[in-house]
């Protein structure tokens, strides 16, 4: 008896997650068409439907594979598979995008210049070589020209550049690899380069050279100059300058106002890997080469192995430079054609969001850069680049940025409504949530100026509006003075505050999906405003989102000057020694502050770990004051040596109210009376005393709570070496370690710590 075939069937499913934008629906296409399969798909309102008819085995591979073998830059998610009781045509095609009623929206970011296209980009025979704009459903803008969704072309800043007959081929084609890619263009249809320098640098259509060979050729002559110049990329504008020339660094840092802050270096693909160029002059382990490879293409802190040709004011005091690769192409054809490295920097007044506009940049950039390499296609909102450092053996973000951000993130439980979160005063990002779901923005800035705050609510505006979501309450600092969280105010909406560490706790644990078990947690950082008043930054915390108990803290002092004491380093050196009665070793340029001290007069209580390191900088290496925040356990950390001989243990005991105190006394003494000792030592000192700390107080911790998980986050623990050699002895104890992975520790990962604090106040 013959047996017969399976009977076709139709089913139905639904993809969630990254779906759209990335070459997912032509994927969807020809793997029906591989295992022959009727029925459609389109893009509905963020997720991507699929209705299929034929024998079920087949329909079962199908389900499989659609995840298995999706494109490399999509991330789909099965959320259903049911029965389909409409007719399903003959044959596989692509319907047009519809709405949803319960649209799933994720907004992709923007992506780096694939093989295929860089392919293109230099083939002399293919209509797109030397196109400063070409891409493909696998790479180019996503999230900075999305002007609303579904993502098709008309709702993207390309509206305005009609395709001309071949690009329109290309994306009507369901074989094509550009089948639907929004921002596709070429040479006939697409943005152009133009060039304006010297006098005409005024206005953008004055003088300016259009044509793109030429535009280029002059902008790669400015740097060869030794001159600065500001090109418009994707997420804004970058400042360059020839990372070789100290005169080009010296003179792009007198200009734009930053004396020290390290500049990062985008250097041009070279050798089979594109890491030639890099790898003669850094130490490049394996999670720091997998870094600057991936689709993101974040800046890379890397160590350098000693002498090289870059400028010395590139990083100064420091033993590690920020390193990225071309991601566009673009700055492909720029650093191809002049052939070394460039410092890129952010084209922005000090921390504000990069600038996005011709004739903004131009005027506020026009007393820094000698000229504009600008482009005519708009830029809807800021992406900065991403930044990321190898600390423990893994790369952690230390700013969300292009290709990274929108980051999408789930919470364990819904929500009872939407919310927005506010994020912190510095390295602002914005967090949209709900239902499950929580999509955090990329790097916005620091607050404080109108620029900063009018994109601050442009992206808080945005983010409800892409994704459909209208927020019912806001969270923000409890900070009240914080820019964001007046504006919180200003909303009518309900406001939640969190405190400040118990939403750096909060983000560490909920990322790694600790929040059912307690956990102690670490949350050292400059300061943040506690919840008995005092400025907080070195607790340690027991408990769980929405849950937290403070356990544990350095041993407070009084800050001379407050604020004032991020950028001064000898007031927090001077607030420990007089705490301790005795003098200071290093200069108090204002003996006023000593009198204002001892009367409490704006010196609050403070219980901060990044001021500890500020002083042990201002005692080791005399740092007095200081032009970006972090400098000087930035450079204590630089030069101190490993491994440390001896360092002083502190104490750890209990206060009034049976809050254990980590006393640094002992610590401030030591560095103190023995400034014979090679300041590298010393510096190697304070890490190791502080490490021995952190692990004396989870061991002891441990006991009274009888937990195993220890978490160390807040911006101290960007410094690798306390990180790494805290997380190294509580592994040999036994501690399961817990470090950010995909959100910054420093307040860059705030809002998504005060949606998870605020989530867990709700189960």
Known sequence: MTEQAPASVARRLLLGGRVQGVGFRPFVYRLAHELRLDGFVRNLRGDVEVVLCGEPPRLDRFEREIVERAPPLARPRLVESTPYEG????????????????????????????????????????????????????????????????????????????????????????????????????????????????????????????????????????????EVLAV?????????????????????????????????????????????????????????????????RPIVLLRTRGASDLAGGVAPGLREVGVFLPYSPLHQLLLSAFGGPVVATSGNVSGEPVLTDAVEATARLAQIADAFLHHDRPIVRPADDSVVRVIAGRARPIRLGRGVAPLELELPERLPYPVIAAGAHLKNTVALAWDRRVVVSPHIGDMGTLRSERVFAQVAADLQRLYDVRAEAVLCDAHPDYATSRWARTTGLTVHPVLHHHAHASALVQEHGQHAQPAIVFAWDGVGLGGDGTLWGGETFVGRPGQWQRRASLRPFHLPGGDRAGRAPWRSAAALCWELGIECPAPVPDPIVRSAWQRRLNAPRSSAAGRLFDAAAALILGVGETSFEGQGPMWLEAIARRPVAAHPDLPLAPDDEGVLRLDWAPLVRWLVTHPDVEPADRAGAVHAALAAAIVTTAETLRVQHGCATVGLTGGVFQNRLLGEWAAAALDERGFRVLMPVQLPCNDGGLSYGQVADFAGRNV
């Open 87 to 226: 007719a399903v045509g003959r044959g596989f095609h692509i319907a047009s995008s519809t709405a949803s009623p319960a649209p799933q929206i994720s907004v992709p970011p923007d992506f780096f210049c694939c093989p295929d296209c860089l392919s293109e980009l230099q083939d002399p025979a293919d209509r797109r070589h030397g196109y400063a704009f070409i891409n493909c459903t696998q790479c180019g803008p996503r999230y900075t020209l999305i002007e609303s969704l579904p993502y098709d072309r008309p709702n993207t800043t390309m509206r305005t550049f009609e395709l001309c007959l071949a690009c329109r081929r290309e994306y009507e084609d369901p074989l094509d690899r550009r089948f639907h890619a929004e921002p596709v263009a070429c040479p006939v249809c697409g943005p152009h380069l133009q060039f304006v320098s010297g006098a005409g640098a005024a206005s953008p259509a004055t003088d300016a050279v259009t044509d793109d060979a030429t535009a280029l050729a002059a902008a790669v002559a400015v740097l060869r100059r030794g």
């Open 232 to 296: 418009k990329g994707i997420g804004g504008y970058h400042l360059l300058c020839d990372a070789r020339r100290e005169t080009a660094v010296s003179r792009l840092r007198e200009r734009k106002r930053r004396p020290d802050k390290p500049l990062a270096v985008m250097f041009p693909w070279q050798g089979a890997d594109g890491l030639e160029g890099v790898a003669g002059i850094f130490d490049l382990e394996p999670a720091a080469r997998a870094a600057l490879l991936d689709p993101s």
